[in-house]
């Protein structure tokens, strides 16, 4: 929205030819009424209030909340210690203080699940914002400046995507463990995720990129530069917020791939040590049974808890990415 | 519901047969007659990792392939015993300079196999140049170092004299009564003369003497032998050839022989351990084996060295219930250790004196480690490394370091590393700081296999660095005698270990296979393998 | 257009250089001896160590040992594996049958997920949309072993209608169940995104216009709102080609397929340079080609943009 500056002459200005009746003596001052003493209209805020009106907003925020407290107060749920296993009774069905029954270790798979939801949800969630946040930043300018700063981001992130993610963080994990053997809990969760992080960002930022491309030729993007605003409050305050929704998408759904990736590299002993527990390590360790066909039950659980999690981002991802976009007030 | 699932699996059996029949171009044909002996048999295998040459090859997808083709001095029955092959004789009087006469064979290419292709060939792979990984097995010749490899490069081993085209005679560091049973070994076979002109080449299309032939080697897809009619020895192929097909990861081989599209697969993989005894849709076998889990203690390791030392590795050994891991873990497909060897070797004695020490107590347990925590209290978390490519390897060791945990209440934990290159740095360069995991497949039959190349002292896989004089002396006596009174010092010697406990002898891998319905005559041997050329169908 | 392409393609030079710098220096760094572990648990020989050091350069600093792998490339030679084949015959045998697979894997999830993520959008918050909400979060819970073996159970031993293993014989019609298996997880990422592109671009000005002018909703649907809903997907699909091609590990595994997956995992294992080195080149020189594609067809899905 145009901002009138409140010191402008009413009057015949020097060099007119013809008075021009002051604003607020003509109707146009009815058709195009507005507040100028409001602060300028801002996406963001806009977004917020859009977003507190979306039902699927609170569904999401209600399913994590649960997530959240289970990740901080697991004691809350189960006084069973997730470590301490009996062999002797490995794969035993449900049972009296055992909802879920035990693994193949003799670990209780209740609280298993409730304990492993820290790990795997930090690593999910830290994992996500260290890929997108410089992969939306970056491939946001690759794609409005274009010309050689665009060559040069795409072409380093080419570099990083090269090298396929699974096997560049196996690789990165066996030198950091190599270097670093002990590092304690925050140290092993936060060397995977940046294993992982290193050669996943180059996907966000090419769909950051390809959806600013699309966006900054739009006309409320011209219309924004008419009225003066900078190129940087162009790219940040308009076509940001509206290239957002692919890659809303595409973190949301990989939060949930991270975690299974982290159990990926736990299976082949270099992502979180056993000592951690966490979901992806269970679903990877319960795939045997799978195949055998004994106690399903034993990967159900990590399973679903992961599942819904993962759902939770994702109606929050649509949620937002729908606050996002002005036009969606039609759909309503 | 049982009888349902049988049904079912019938039927689709049959689908699937006839649906490959076309597809397949190895030939698995089912001709429905059980006679045939010239079924050609497809079996599990990996690609080999290096070029087929018999004193390069260390690992079991060529390993398998070598010993088809070719044929060594002497050969060994399924129990492990031997019989004379190549060799019309191999004789000494003070078991130290042997004297091997040959039998009048030839190889495929039609060359008759010489002293000098035995000699030749063992020349080639101890030669330093040739960087062949096999040279390990020459170390007992005169000659060679400690690692096998020839002392002057460029020069041939001293120990071995060509006296005739079909005689030879080996010169060993030491008196070896055992020696004839090494010659088995692939390490030992002959090679043809082209073999030299181009090794390069003939690697990839290798020429013997055994009782198949290669016939094609299709990389990351199959190997073809055929039978070499012109085989004369114990081991004639009563098939119609023997398929390699080569696989990554056995998960695919066995969906493979439930399909009735492979014939044998000689290691169950782990997620088929609890079911595969009762599938229907495939032949079952299990038999003792002879491939042992061990781990070692360092003997570096703090709070594990002396008396306190040999408390702490008797209490842990006494904390593990051997029976309840392979029993839960490894659904009964291992058996726990009675000894440091296996049960299956010739010398093999059943309780050995303090062998108890073997057998799960957890009181006991707890006894001996207070003990030595009078000598001096413990400090830190007992770690047990592994390396995570090895499949399964995460399950026991974890099981192993909770019964530790629940049994002595101290920390335990596992470690893992990433490669086995990784984990056998580390312990090569003894830079480890940990227990670590260790296991033995024996070179050839004989429980001197298990205990001279492992714990005597400075031996090349010692990779604790155990000593013990009166061990040494054991076995030094042990490798001269011969029948019970090598059996004798060899069990004496084994004492000295269940006292000591420089590794915790674990289980016994059994030998866990399935093959498909229809074929017949799958018998294992000593080194757990089936003997392919007897299998038919 | 044609100095656009040009500029490109020698762009992707600078890349090659950089990916293959950052991957030869991560493999040197990687702890563990290859050597030690081609003796198994067999004592080495320090003799025959440094011979074999000396044959694959390994005891040169990784800069010299990058700078002679780029050397010899550049005549075509790509070095020697550990198992003394020559690395250019193990990418020419493996790269038929895994871009073959990745791009049929490719095909596959593209047109179910176009397909499946469009009408999810047109009738947002439908039965239809919901069951595929929770197919994708199936797809992203359940670990692609799982998949794989159930696919080969029911499709390859049961039933019998494919092939329970690949082997060899890497054709089309084989190769159809891995490579569902394989585009599995990439059919949520493209399912999700489509669906929302779909359901941003339903309400979009020129979508409104072209309905003004009369046309049915179908023809609105495809040819408006579905073509400016792909750049997003058409972003995601041209560089999912290559992590396809070497995140096959699993789905080769179990399918039992000689790919380049396989190669490039177990080169790793082995810290076998060569090998690690010239997958990656591969790797570059595919997603260079893709993103080359994607950018170009850019314009075609939507006018307004221009090249740079």
């Known amino acids: ?332 | 519901m049982r009888t349902r699932r049988t049904a079912l699996a019938g039927i689709a059996i049959a689908a699937a047969a006839s649906l490959m029949l076309g597809a397949c171009s190895s030939g698995g044909d089912d001709d429905g007659g059980s006679d045939s002996t010239d079924a050609v048999i497809t079996a599990y295998g990996t690609e080999p990792q290096n070029p087929l040459i018999t004193t390069n090859t260390n690992e079991v997808g060529g390993g398998n392939i070598i010993d088809l083709i070719y044929a060594g001095l002497v050969s060994y029955k399924a129990d492990g015993s031997q019989e004379l092959e190549v060799a019309e004789s191999i004789e000494s009087e003070d078991n130290k300079v042997w004297t091997i006469k040959l039998k009048d064979w030839q190889f495929t290419d039609g060359t008759p196999v010489t002293a000098q292709s035995f000699v030749d060939a063992w020349n080639y792979g101890a030669a330093e140049e040739n960087a062949q990984l096999q040279s390990y097995f020459y170390y007992p010749i005169e000659g060679t170092d400690d690692e096998g490899v020839i002392l002057d490069k460029g020069t041939e081993m001293s120990g071995l004299k060509v006296i005739d085209e079909k005689t030879f005679e080996v010169t060993l560091k030491n008196p070896e009564a055992l020696f004839p049973l090494r010659l088995g070994y692939s390490a030992y076979f002959p090679l043809p003369e082209v073999a030299f002109e181009d090794m390069e080449a003939f690697g990839k299309a290798p020429i013997g003497n055994g009782p198949y032939k290669l016939e094609k080697w299709e990389n990351n897809v199959e190997a073809v032998m055929v039978p070499n009619p012109d085989y004369k020895g114990n081991r004639p192929a009563k098939n119609g050839g023997v398929t390699f097909k080569f696989y990554t990861n056995p998960d695919s081989a066995y969906s493979d022989v439930q399909a009735g599209n492979l014939d044998i697969l000689d290691q169950a993989p782990p997620s088929a351990l609890a079911t595969f005894k009762d599938d229907d849709s495939v032949q079952a076998f299990e038999s003792p084996g002879t491939v042992n889990g061990t781990i070692t203690i360092p003997e570096s390791l703090k709070h594990f060295s002396g008396e306190e030392g040999k408390l702490r590795r008797q209490a842990i050994s006494r904390a593990i219930d051997r029976e309840e891991i392979t029993e839960k873990i490894f659904e009964g497909t291992r058996s726990p250790s009675t000894d440091f060897s296996s049960p299956l070797m010739p010398e093999y004695r059943e309780d050995i004196p303090g062998s108890e020490v073997l057998e799960f107590d957890a009181d006991e347990a707890k006894r001996l480690w207070a003990e030595a925590d009078e000598i001096q209290p413990f400090t830190g978390k007992f770690v047990v490394a592994y390396n995570g490519d090895g499949p399964g390897n995460k399950e026991w060791v974890e099981a192993l370091t909770n019964q530790l945990k629940n049994n002595l209440g101290i920390q335990a934990e596992p470690k893992a590393y990433a490669t086995f290159a990784e984990l056998r740095t580390k312990v090569t360069d003894r830079t480890i700081g940990t227990a670590f995991r260790t296991g033995w497949q024996p070179d050839y039959p004989s429980v001197y296999n298990y205990l001279g190349p492992i714990f005597g002292t400075g031996a090349g896989s010692n990779d604790g660095d155990y000593s013990n004089k009166e061990f040494d002396k054991l076995l030094q006596q042990a490798l001269s005698a011969e029948g019970d009174e090598q059996a004798d010092l060899l069990a004496k010697a084994q004492e000295i270990l269940f006292e000591d406990l420089p590794a915790i002898p674990l289980w016994n891998t059994n030998v866990a296979a399935v093959a498909a319905k229809g074929v017949e005559n799958v018998e294992f041997n000593w080194q757990n393998k089936p003997e392919y050329q007897n299998i038919t169908k | 257009m044609a100095w656009y392409i040009g500029r490109r393609i020698l762009q992707a030079i600078p890349v090659l250089l950089g990916s293959t710098l950052l991957i030869y220096a991560m493999v040197f760094a990687m702890p563990g001896d290859p050597i030690v572990a081609l003796f198994g648990e067999k004592p080495v020989s320090e003799a025959v160590r440094s011979q074999i050091e000396q044959q694959y350069n390994l005891d040169k600093p990784f800069f010299v040992q990058w700078l002679l792998f780029l050397g010899n490339a550049a005549q075509g030679d790509l070095g020697m594996s550990f198992s003394g084949r020559p690395v250019s015959e193990l990418l020419a045998e493996t790269i038929p049958v895994t871009f073959k697979l990745a791009l049929m894997a490719l095909v596959i999830e593209a047109v179910l997920g176009i397909i499946a993520g469009f009408y999810a959008g047109l009738k947002r918050g439908g039965i239809f949309d919901s069951t595929m909400l929770v197919t994708s979060l199936l797809v992203i819970a359940v670990p692609i072993f799982v998949f794989g073996f159930v696919m080969q159970l029911t499709f390859g031993v049961k039933l019998g209608w494919a092939p329970v293993t690949v082997g060899g014989d890497a054709s089309w019609d084989r190769l159809i169940i891995p490579a569902f298996v394989l585009g599995l997880v990439s059919f949520a990422y493209v399912l999700r995104l489509t669906r929302t592109s779909v359901v941003e671009n339903l309400t979009a000005d020129h979508v409104r216009t072209a309905r003004a002018k009369g046309l049915t909703d179908g023809q609105v649907n495809r040819r408006h709102v579905l073509r400016n809903s792909l750049i997003p997907v058409v972003t995601y699909l041209g560089a999912d080609l290559g992590t396809l091609m070497a995140g096959a590990i699993v789905t080769e595994g179990i399918f039992n397929i000689p790919g380049l997956g396989n190669l490039a995992f177990r080169a790793i294992q082995q810290k076998e340079g060569p090998t690690i080195v010239s997958v990656v080149t591969v790797m570059v020189l595919i997603y260079v080609v893709m993103s080359l594609i994607v950018d170009l067809l850019y314009a075609w899905l939507d006018p307004r943009i221009r090249y740079a």
Not at chain 1, 15 to 33: H, I, K, M
Not at chain 1, 50 to 71: H, K, P
Request: charged share 15%; glycine share 8%.
């Open chain 1, 1 to 332: 929205m145009p901002e009138f500056p409140a010191d402008v002459p009413r009057a015949a200005l020097p060099g007119q030819e013809r008075f021009v009746a002051p604003l607020d003596q003509t109707p146009l001052a009815e058709t195009g009424s507005f507040d100028d003493s409001r602060p300028p209209e801002n996406q963001w805020k806009e977004a917020w209030k859009r977003l507190r009106r979306n039902w699927i907003f609170w569904v999401s925020v209600a399913l994590l909340a649960v997530v959240a407290v289970v990740v901080l107060l697991p004691q809350w749920f189960t006084d069973l210690d997730p470590t301490y296993a009996q062999l002797s009774r490995s794969l035993e069905g449900p049972s009296e203080g055992h909802p879920a029954g035990f693994d193949r270790q003799g670990y209780d798979v209740f609280a298993r699940t409730i304990y492993g939801a820290r790990a795997s949800v930090l690593v999910g969630v830290l994992c996500t914002i260290v890929v997108t946040v410089p992969g939306v930043v970056l491939g946001a300018m690759a794609g409005f400046y274009g010309g050689w700063l665009d060559a040069v981001i795409s072409r380093v992130a080419d570099v990083f995507f090269a090298i396929p993610l699974l096997l560049g963080a196996l690789v990165g994990l066996a030198i950091i463990n190599n270097l670093w053997p002990d590092r304690g809990y925050w140290g092993s969760i936060l060397t995977v995720v940046f294993a992982l992080a290193a050669f996943g960002w180059p996907q966000v930022l090419r769909i950051a990129r390809g959806a600013v491309l699309e966006v900054k030729n739009l006309e409320f993007v011209d219309a924004a530069r008419a009225i003066g605003k900078t190129r940087r409050a162009n790219l940040w305050g308009h076509v940001v917020p509206n290239s957002l929704a692919p890659v809303i998408v595409l973190a949301t759904v990989s939060l949930g791939v991270y975690i299974v990736a982290e159990a990926t590299l736990s299976f082949l002993g270099l992502g979180l040590p056993p000592s951690i527990v966490s979901w992806g390590n269970d679903i990877s360790a319960a795939q045997n049974q799978v195949r055998s066909g004994q106690r399903l039950g034993v990967m159900f659980w990590p399973a679903s808890a992961l599942a819904l999690t993962s759902l939770g981002f994702i109606l929050l991802g649509d949620a937002v990415s729908d606050a996002l976009d002005p036009k969606s007030r039609n759909r309503e």
